[in-house]
Each structure stands twice: as structure tokens, then as C-alpha cells.
């Protein structure tokens, strides 16, 4: 499976971090590469090929033809839009290379010629030419002008701004400690059957970010300092729990089960993992809210 930075290079095309760009039979072509740590299935390359305006009509019979030929194609999902063309590659065993892509493109834009489908020049906000600059839309090329691109950038950077400082609702909360409870759950019982697995507390800050998105909680500045302290919070009175079951089964006070050398090293071990595991869980949660965070991102 080649790489978008093999193919951009064999194709002499741009290269940026996550995404190449070209021009193939005067038509901009973006294609990106979508990168999934927790997924393979979701590691895939995106075609994203913008044109003038066609008629619903047009679109139809686009839409028949990719339908049609999808296969040749090497199209996993498309889909034809008023203005621009989108389709995830299904790379298969053979997987996309330079040599393979440029055939994709050839039928594409051949099958743009018989319907009379035309570079895009107008602009990607007022659909207005002469264009005068290009904007990158989430990392789609796309032709605009210079006024309208910063108009733009302003808009997503106020509304960006808005959310950050939006105040969250208290059921939202509710959500993130009833789900940080809930995640806590496994590792809790694990510990108390004496199964030491300490991976399991990742889950707590993972299930307490669904709680808090599952009852209406907004993603502001302050929310992921909060989860943390609601998961760190939850992880801790896990370990309060585990030492006074083994007050509880030994018949003993707290002050002998921490005096006790080797109640002492396995409560430290214990809290020790599954800070480090909860650790983990939070950074997940980060890049998660990081994700939600930025929708749309111009440059
Ligand atoms: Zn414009």
C-alpha cells in the first residue's frame, strides 16, 4: 500500500502532512490520507475532486455511473455533491499507488467531459469568479477569494472562540461522573477478585467523556481538566474501596493494613497502575476532544 507521499512524489504533486495535492486534466484533485491509531479499518484515502456547479440531473447520472463501475474504480463509498466529488478509495490487497490513481482519474475525468462537468473556478464561499487565491478547507483545495477566505478564517475563529468559553451544563457533569463510575466498574470488580488488571482503568476517563457528551455536555476549555479530576477522582476512591476490602476481609483496621509491608506494596502498586493506566485514558480523551473541537479548519 503505497503512501499519499509515494504517490504525490511519483506524481510530482504537493505534499503536505495529511493530504497531496495535483491537477489532473485541469481539475484540482485533493487526496488525503485519513489516519486512525485505534482503527485500521479506518486508515483510507479520500479523492476529493471540486467542479462547477452541475444540475441535479448531471449528478444523477455521475452518480449511475460510479455506481456502476465502482469496482474499476476502486470506490469503497462515494458521493456526488453539487459541486465536488468524494470518494474513499478501497485500496483492497492491491492497495493505490501512483500508476493506479492516475487510471482512476483518467475514467473520472473522461466520464466529467461527457457530461460536461468544468473545473471549478468560482469561488468555494460566494461561487463567484474571477477567484483570487485558494483556500484549503479541511484540507480540500479549493478555489476563493482572498476577502472571502478571511472573512472565513474570522468566522471559524469567533465561533471557535464562543464554544471555548460556552459555560457547560451541570447534567453534563452528572453524565461524566455517573460514566466515570461506570467505566470504573471493571477494574474495580477485577481488583476485588484479585485479578490485577490495571489496563482496565483506562475505561474510566473513556466512559466518563461519553457520560458527559451523552447528557448534553459541551466541550469548552475547562472541560478536559475537569474530566481528569472526575476520572483521577474515581480511580483514587477505587483504591480507598480495594484497601477497606481488605479491612473488611481480614478482620483488621486500615491502620494495620498500611503498617502491613505487603498490603502496603500491593495498595501502592495499585494505585500507581491505575493512575498510569487512568493517565492514558485521559490523553485518549484529549485527542478525542481535540477531534470534536476543530470541525472545520481553513488555511
Ligand atoms: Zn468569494
Redesign the pocket.
Known sequence: MASIKKIGTELNWDIEKKAIYGNYSGFDVTLEQNISYGNSQNNFKILYIPYNDITSATAGVLNGYLKANKKELKLALFEVKQDMLIARLGEGLKGINAERLKEILQLIVSQFAQLSIETKD???????EP?DAIAYINKIKLP??E???QNAIANVQAQKEKLANEPSSPLGYMGAIAGAVIGAIPFTVALLFNWYIGILSILTGVVCYEGYKLLGGKVNKTTKYILSLISFTVILATNIILAYSIVLEYDVTLNQVLNNVGAKEYLIESVGMSALFGLIGVFYVFSRIKNDEHKIEIT
Do not use: L, M, P, R
Open positions: 468560482t469561488c468555494a464561499y460566494c461561487n463567484q477567484v476563493s477569494h476577502s472571502c477566505k
